[in-house]
């Protein structure tokens, strides 16, 4: 989604900004900009469609030691040239925004009657004619933009400069995330660290209602009602390693091989002789789930797929557990029992309906709040009373996949703390839990067994490639890993492709079958394959073609109408963790032969910071 960097320096800082543009990419956008204010204090606009690349190239002759860049995702206004940001207003002020203003007709009206021209489609555009207007009216750059954020409604990250004030970079921010990143003799600002990385590695993260003026030697922090004030000085830990595909064709490829790493690091120094620890997770997390009665999780995409396998462990285990997509959540109205745990699943940590969500159910009496993530300096994880932390390490595919998984084991961990105090005092481990950590203790080795098997998921994928249908089929906790693998198929590949829970097949969707459309199925050795193998026979009768995942001791067998990839048994719970990476390497392959941009599909963005 939409980023922002920019720069006060004594150097050039054009080449910084092109920089921290391209490492913002994985975010995913659809036109690029910058505007700098140069040596003859002019502001030099540069905008272009499509890659940073492309805005590179026209950027040769731009030099100058203030700016602001950004890439665009659009929402108001297609992907064009015009609607690209920076916005600019009589060429004094320029912004970068993300986020979205929704009373931007109001102020876009009661500008145009004071004679501003409008040469975009954007609610961003008004926020740079009002502070013009502000500055016409005698106000400095920093007192325009604090009165101009007195005037909006909606959400905004801001970057802002002008020509009047070459000495000066303001930011704002309210619902979008927004950071300074603090160098020697030079300051920046940026939606997320990894756009700083070469430049800063200590940074200060803006809270909602902050502004802050920046110089190349000084930071000013100014809260909602003008005070100064001090925010935390943070260390980084980013590093270019993760940002590198390190000899892989693609980061989702890399990102897949990466989970058995990631689920040693997910892992470590969580699990006892025969238990799980919970000290790990952070000192209120026994109080937290001391207190927890029953839990509510929301989340959006890949991160509510996990919450709806983690349902399966948690009912399973005696915890009565209701999970909901974040959009939907916000807007309805709700009955909380006492002792519900809220719980929100976020992968950036920054998915603005899941921050709402949480901001929702703050003042709805839920007994705490607690997030699953992977990004500690994020919105999500400020807002929480406690957070678990994934550890999958930077996911840059679009793709979610490494952070599904960490995901996954972070929610098993949870859930066997939370066992223990449906078993009794909180404090007992029983054969169950020991089964379950020695079950978690061989998972990495497991995912690698799976990886291994790409050869014939390499095969299997050429049967897919001229499909434009495609249907998944899973039962029980493996009908959310159903639905998870038609997720990464249809964003990767844009084949639409479908999940059912398989007993639902003959209640509509077998009239879909016939030999163009492939079904995938999800067969471990569950006390549902007998059922899910009835569900198989209905598509084999019908003369669909069937590519199943099975345990190799579920019986399955391949033919001329079923291909059968044998999977080694596993226990249970941990199945539906392993069981999604061949669907992951399935996907990544068919869009391989179907030649999409794996790492950024059209129309998507890694982190959905708008609502
Ligand atoms: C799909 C994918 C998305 C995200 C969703 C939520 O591969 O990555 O569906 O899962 O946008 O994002 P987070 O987890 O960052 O809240």
């Given at each position: 989604m939409c980023g922002i960097v920019g720069a006060i320096s004594n150097r050039d800082v054009t080449p910084i900004l092109v920089d921290g543009l391209k490492r913002l990419e994985y975010r995913g956008y659809d036109s690029a900009g910058l505007a700098v204010v140069d040596a003859q204090q002019s502001l030099d606009l540069k905008r272009s469609v499509g890659r940073v690349a492309n805005l590179e190239k026209i950027c040769s002759d731009v030099t100058g030691t203030i700016g602001v860049a950004h890439t665009r995702w659009a929402t108001h206004g297609r992907p064009a040239q015009r609607n690209a940001h920076p916005h600019t207003s009589s060429s004094q002020v320029a912004v970068v925004h993300n986020g979205i203003i929704e009373n931007h007709q109001e102020l876009r009206a009661s500008q145009k009657a004071a004679g501003f021209v409008f040469s975009s489609e954007t609610d961003t555009e008004v926020i740079v004619h009002q502070i013009d207007w502000h500055m016409q009216q005698g106000a400095g750059l920093f007192k325009a933009v604090q009165k101009t954020v007195g005037e909006l409604e909606g959400a905004y990250g801001l970057g802002v400069v002008s020509k009047q004030q070459p000495d000066l970079l303001v930011a704002a921010r309210s619902g979008s995330p927004l950071l300074i990143g603090l160098g020697e003799g030079e300051n920046f600002i940026a939606s997320d660290m990894s756009a700083l990385i070469p430049v800063a590695q200590k940074y200060i993260v803006l809270e909602d209602g902050d502004l802050a003026k920046i110089t190349s030697n000084s930071v000013e922090v100014f809260d909602s009602n003008g005070q100064a004030v001090e925010r935390e000085i943070r260390t980084s830990t980013l590093s270019d390693d993760e940002t590198e595909l390190g000899g892989f064709a693609h980061f989702m490829k890399k990102e897949i091989h990466e989970q058995t790493r990631a689920i040693t690091e997910t892992l470590e120094g969580r699990l006892g002789a025969n238990?799980?620890?919970?000290?790990?997770?952070?000192?209120?997390?026994?109080?937290?789930?001391?207190?927890?009665?029953?839990?509510?999780?929301?989340?959006?995409?890949?991160?509510?797929?996990?919450?709806?396998?983690?349902?399966?462990?948690?009912?399973?285990?005696?915890?009565?557990?209701?999970?909901?997509?974040?959009?939907?959540?916000?807007?309805?109205?709700?009955?909380?029992?006492?002792?519900?745990?809220?719980?929100?699943?976020?992968?950036?940590?920054?998915?603005?309906?899941?921050?709402?969500?949480?901001?929702?159910?703050?003042?709805?009496?839920?007994?705490?709040?607690?997030?699953?993530?992977?990004?500690?300096?994020?919105?999500?994880?400020?807002?929480?009373?406690?957070?678990?932390?994934?550890?999958?390490?930077?996911?840059?595919?679009?793709?979610?996949?490494?952070?599904?998984?960490?995901?996954?084991?972070?929610?098993?961990?949870?859930?066997?703390?939370?066992?223990?105090?449906?078993?009794?005092?909180?404090?007992?481990?029983?054969?169950?839990?020991?089964?379950?950590?020695?079950?978690?203790?061989?998972?990495?080795?497991?995912?690698?067994?799976?990886?291994?098997?790409?050869?014939?998921?390499?095969?299997?994928?050429?049967?897919?490639?001229?499909?434009?249908?495609?249907?998944?089929?899973?039962?029980?906790?493996?009908?959310?890993?159903?639905?998870?693998?038609?997720?990464?198929?249809?964003?990767?590949?844009?084949?639409?492709?479908?999940?059912?829970?398989?007993?639902e097949l003959k209640h509509g969707p077998l009239a879909l079958i016939d030999e163009d459309m492939p079904v995938v199925a999800v067969a471990p050795n569950d006390e549902l394959l007998e059922k899910l193998k009835s569900n198989l026979e209905e598509v084999r009768a019908r003369g669909g073609k069937l590519f199943v995942f099975a345990d190799e001791e579920s019986g399955l067998q391949s033919d001329d109408e079923t291909m059968v990839l044998n999977v080694a048994p596993v226990h249970n719970h941990i199945a539906p963790i392993l069981y999604v990476v061949p669907l992951q390497l399935l996907a990544y392959h068919v869009a391989l032969i179907k030649g999409t941009d794996i790492d950024k599909p059209r129309n998507l963005a890694k982190s959905v910071t708008v609502e």
């Open positions: 238990n799980v620890l919970e000290l790990p997770f952070g000192e209120n997390a026994r109080e937290i789930f001391d207190n927890t009665k029953e839990l509510k999780i929301v989340a959006c995409g890949t991160s509510f797929y996990a919450a709806s396998v983690a349902r399966y462990w948690f009912e399973e285990f005696g915890i009565k557990c209701d999970v909901e997509i974040a959009s939907e959540y916000r807007y309805r109205k709700h009955v909380v029992n006492p002792g519900t745990l809220f719980m929100t699943i976020s992968q950036s940590g920054e998915t603005l309906d899941t921050m709402a969500a949480l901001e929702m159910a703050k003042t709805l009496g839920y007994s705490n709040t607690l997030c699953v993530c992977n990004v500690p300096e994020s919105s999500l994880v400020r807002a929480s009373d406690l957070t678990i932390f994934t550890h999958a390490g930077r996911e840059i595919g679009v793709a979610s996949t490494k952070a599904f998984t960490t995901q996954l084991v972070t929610l098993l961990l949870i859930a066997v703390c939370l066992r223990r105090r449906m078993q009794g005092d909180g404090r007992r481990i029983d054969d169950m839990e020991s089964e379950i950590v020695r079950e978690l203790r061989t998972l990495p080795q497991q995912i690698d067994n799976v990886i291994e098997l790409e050869e014939q998921i390499i095969a299997m994928s050429k049967h897919f490639g001229n499909k434009e249908h495609a249907l998944f089929l899973g039962r029980g906790a493996h009908f959310p890993i159903a639905m998870e693998g038609a997720l990464k198929l249809k964003e990767i590949s844009y084949i639409h492709a479908e999940a059912y829970a398989a007993g």
